[in-house]
């Protein structure tokens, strides 16, 4: 079982002080999902050079809340943020998930 299936999107939230990083590899591959070019991707998706927007609660413009496999919309061009965020640091929901499993 994936351990995110139940998890309601931690990683899609921006929290104090963090950035959603994206490169110019993933703007490049945003570009190609929309079928836009990199500029509009930049104009359409970015707050800054190397920011992505986030909604009013912190979450980002492309996730939408829901089962797993509609949470992000983009998820086969994802940031490569993204992509390796559980490789890269803590889950806090992995985390819970095994406090409460081992009975903390």
Not at 23 to 29: G, L, P, S
Not at 38 to 65: A, H
Not at 76 to 103: D, W
Request: glycine share 4%; charged share 30%; net charge negative.
């Amino acid at each position: 079982m994936n351990e995110c299936n139940d998890c309601p999107g931690y990683c899609c939230y921006k929290t104090e002080d963090a950035v959603l990083l994206i490169t110019a590899a993933d703007i490049n591959r945003l570009a190609r999902f929309f079928r836009i070019t990199d500029g509009e991707v930049r104009s359409l998706y970015l707050e800054n050079k190397y920011s992505l927007y986030v909604k009013e609660d912190q979450s980002c413009i492309f996730f939408t809340p829901g089962d797993i496999l509609e949470r992000c919309s983009v998820y086969n061009a994802r940031p490569e943020q993204c992509r390796l965020f559980s490789e890269k640091g803590v889950c806090p929901y992995r985390e819970m998930k095994i406090r409460t499993l081992s009975g903390e």
